[in-house]
């Protein structure tokens, strides 16, 4: 199949639009968290912003090498969402984003890259479906804290680390403030690979 005829080169265009939307979108929850003095959550959505234009640019270097100078432009119908409800709701709609992208969407388009012979194509698409849902995992999890307003609290003592100057406490509930460098709890670190490896 060539690849200006396949419905991959259309997938694909699809996929580096959303890839710079969620970018975009993160960027603008990263700063809706540093407003509100919550420096951990804001760090963590710059990290998937940063992810999501990681991916997309593989999707667009496929387009590149695949097409061989052959493109110009895609012409592309796709939807994508246009709100920005507040930190706490965007975090469970994203990960329901997140979700679909890594359950439905890149597992039909590797499927059909693979159906059309481009198997290297196949496999970026597989593979970024799992850090697709790794994303999912973690902003459910925030999402879920957050609306328990237990971003900072656990049942169980567990260790506390100020992202500024490094102060570590172990208890139930996170300093409100550093005792060290005075800043607010939302600079605490929460150690989501740790807390979510043991759910
Ligand atoms: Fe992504
Ligand atoms: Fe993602």
């Known amino acids: 199949m060539e690849f200006n005829d396949s419905t991959t080169k259309i997938n694909l265009a699809r996929s580096f639009a959303a890839e ?4 975009a979108r993160y960027q603008f929850m990263s700063k809706m968290a540093l407003q ?3 420096q951990f959550l804001s ?4 990290t998937l912003a ?3 234009m990681a991916h997309a640019k593989v999707f667009y270097d496929h387009i ?3 097409s061989k100078g052959n ?3 895609i012409a592309i119908e796709a939807g994508f969402p246009f709100e920005m409800p507040a930190l706490e709701t965007s975090l469970m709609e ?3 984003n997140e979700t679909s992208e890594a359950e439905n969407i890149y597992p039909s388009f590797a499927r059909i890259a693979r159906d059309e012979g481009f ?8 593979a970024i479906s799992k850090i697709e849902a790794s994303h999912a995992r973690i902003l459910k999890y925030l999402a879920n804290l957050y609306s328990k307003k237990r971003l900072y609290k656990r049942d169980n003592p567990t260790e506390w680390k100020c992202s500024s100057c490094g102060h570590v406490e172990h208890s139930k509930e996170a300093y409100k403030c550093c005792p060290v460098c005075s800043l607010p709890q939302g600079y605490v670190i929460i150690d989501l690979e740790k807390e979510l490896s043991s759910l």
């Not at 710079?20 to 970018?23: E, H, K, L, N, R």
């Not at 760090?43 to 710059?46: A, F, L, N, S």
């Not at 198997?119 to 597989?126: D, T, V």
Request: glycine residues 4%; neutral net charge.
């Open 71 to 73: 493109v110009r432009n």
């Open 119 to 126: 198997i290297e194509i196949a496999k970026s698409f597989e």
């Open 20 to 23: 710079c939307q969620a970018g």
């Open 94 to 96: 994203e990960s329901k």
């Open 50 to 52: 940063k992810n999501e």
């Open 36 to 38: 509100n003095q919550m």
């Open 43 to 46: 760090d963590t959505m710059k």
């Open 64 to 66: 590149l090498q695949n």
